[in-house]
């Protein structure tokens, strides 16, 4: 009897085992799946937004009304650093990722249409 008790207390393991497998592939396969969409729209974006040529003047008055609190009026810091140059030290698509992200705190992400978005880029730019 200890024969089949033990075959029956393996299959019992292997059932649970197997539960676990499928239980764990598809949080995975979920995870993945989230972060391939959310990357697919994340480039989709930038690409949008690169293509339009936007406006430094346009630009300047979205960075007055959002910008101005911790990167100063002239962009040369206060909380947030200094943004001379800062085109120089990433390129427009870390700058995006920064924007819309807000990847290094105390910075906010920032929901912005890739119009806008182009307009900001143009004004970063002349601030070199």
């Given at each position: 009897?200890s024969?089949?008790s ?7 393991f292997k ?13 995975l ?7 391939f969409v ?27 009304t ?5 990167h100063g ?9 200094d ?6 030290r ?6 995006i ?7 290094t ?6 929901e ?14 002349s601030?070199?």
């Open positions: 009897m024969t089949s033990s075959t029956a207390a393996e299959r019992d059932k649970t085992l197997l539960k676990i497998v499928f239980i764990v592939f598809g949080v396969l979920i995870c993945f799946l989230i972060f959310n990357h697919h729209e994340n480039n989709k974006y930038i690409i949008e937004t690169l293509e339009f040529n936007g406006s430094v003047e346009d630009g300047n008055a979205l960075f007055k959002n910008c101005v609190g911790c009026i002239t962009g040369r810091g206060l909380v947030g650093p943004l001379h140059s800062i085109t120089q990433l390129n427009d698509k870390e700058i990722k920064q924007v819309t992200g807000g990847l705190p105390p910075m906010p992400s920032f912005i249409d890739p119009v806008n978005m182009s307009n900001l880029l143009k004004y970063l730019h601030l070199e």
